[in-house]
């Protein structure tokens, strides 16, 4: 994987400011991994090198608290978070799931669906008592140590791309800051991470309705508006 970042013309040409509403606190320099603690879970949000940046560790680590929260992950436990851009994710868009060009956002879960709870998915699931037995001797661990859910990597670039264009929010046709556009896809990748998808329609409504309630509880929230016809 290469951390070297291509910045997409349309950021500087359209005069788009990759300044944070919320400065980011002295701490690792940029391309190191800080891990914030918000009990039961600790954040390890990584950031690579070049990448714009527009919101602080703890504002992004602090919503996907709330994700993991309201989506019932067994703590404590950790999980991590990687700040990139369209090159990364488009190498692993293509070696992980088949697909051409770059992505805002992948999730690498550690654990299958079974292991968080149930919840509305399209289709009803059957639960094996043995891998369900199975799970939670996993996260039976010993005290002092985290069970790792799995990864969530993000385009800042994708992310500043999306806001800039009118084309932000769950369906692409909202209007908001390239910070709320990246709290949501880090909301979104971390239900992933917990079981929830969208490839029915009625698991998709769900996961939609889960990600505006997250996003409506975060302090400092900005509610998008609908984006306007050119």
Same mark, same amino acid.
């Given at each position: 994987?290469?951390?070297?970042?291509?910045?997409?013309?349309?950021?500087?040409?359209?005069?788009?400011?990759?300044?944070?509403?919320?400065?980011?606190?002295?701490?690792?320099?940029?391309?190191?991994?800080?891990?914030?603690?918000?009990?039961?879970?600790?954040?390890?949000?990584?950031?690579?090198?070049?990448?714009?940046?527009?919101?602080?560790?703890?504002?992004?680590?602090?919503?996907?608290?709330?994700?993991?929260?309201?989506?019932?992950?067994? !703590?404590?436990?950790?999980?991590?978070?990687?700040?990139?851009?369209?090159?990364?994710?488009?190498?692993?868009?293509?070696?992980?799931?088949?697909?051409?060009?770059?992505?805002?956002?992948?999730?690498?879960?550690?654990?299958?669906?079974?292991?968080?709870?149930?919840?509305?998915?399209?289709?009803?699931?059957?639960?094996?008592?043995?891998?369900?037995?199975?799970?939670?001797?996993?996260?039976?661990?010993?005290?002092?140590?985290?069970?790792?859910?799995?990864?969530?990597?993000?385009?800042?670039?994708?992310?500043?791309?999306?806001?800039?264009?009118?084309? !932000?929010?769950?369906?692409?046709?909202?209007?908001?800051?390239?910070?709320?556009?990246?709290?949501?896809?880090?909301?979104?990748?971390?239900?992933?991470?917990?079981?929830?998808?969208?490839?029915?329609?009625?698991?998709?409504?769900?996961?939609?309705?889960?990600?505006?309630?997250?996003?409506?509880?975060?302090?400092?929230?900005?509610?998008?508006?609908?984006?306007?016809?050119?």
């Amino acid at each position: 994987m290469n951390g070297d970042q291509v910045v997409d013309p349309r950021l500087t040409e359209a005069g788009v400011s990759v300044t944070s509403d919320c400065p980011e606190p002295a701490g690792p320099e940029r391309g190191a991994t800080a891990s914030v603690y918000l009990p039961p879970f600790r954040i390890d949000v990584a950031v690579r090198t070049g990448v714009p940046h527009v919101i602080s560790r703890h504002r992004l680590a602090a919503a996907v608290r709330v994700a993991l929260e309201v989506a019932g992950a067994p !703590g404590p436990a950790s999980i991590g978070v990687v700040l990139s851009g369209d090159r990364e994710l488009a190498e692993l868009n293509t070696a992980h799931m088949g697909h051409s060009g770059p992505t805002d956002v992948l999730s690498f879960p550690f654990f299958p669906p079974e292991a968080f709870p149930a919840h509305e998915r399209g289709l009803p699931i059957s639960r094996d008592p043995g891998v369900a037995a199975a799970l939670k001797q996993a996260f039976a661990l010993p005290p002092g140590l985290r069970a790792h859910l799995g990864d969530v990597i993000l385009s800042v670039e994708r992310a500043i791309v999306q806001a800039a264009d009118g084309r !932000g929010g769950q369906a692409g046709d909202l209007q908001w800051t390239s910070a709320e556009e990246l709290l949501l896809l880090a909301v979104h990748g971390t239900l992933h991470i917990c079981g929830w998808d969208h490839a029915e329609p009625v698991e998709e409504a769900a996961m939609r309705a889960m990600e505006r309630r997250i996003l409506d509880s975060l302090p400092g929230h900005e509610p998008a508006r609908e984006a306007t016809a050119p």
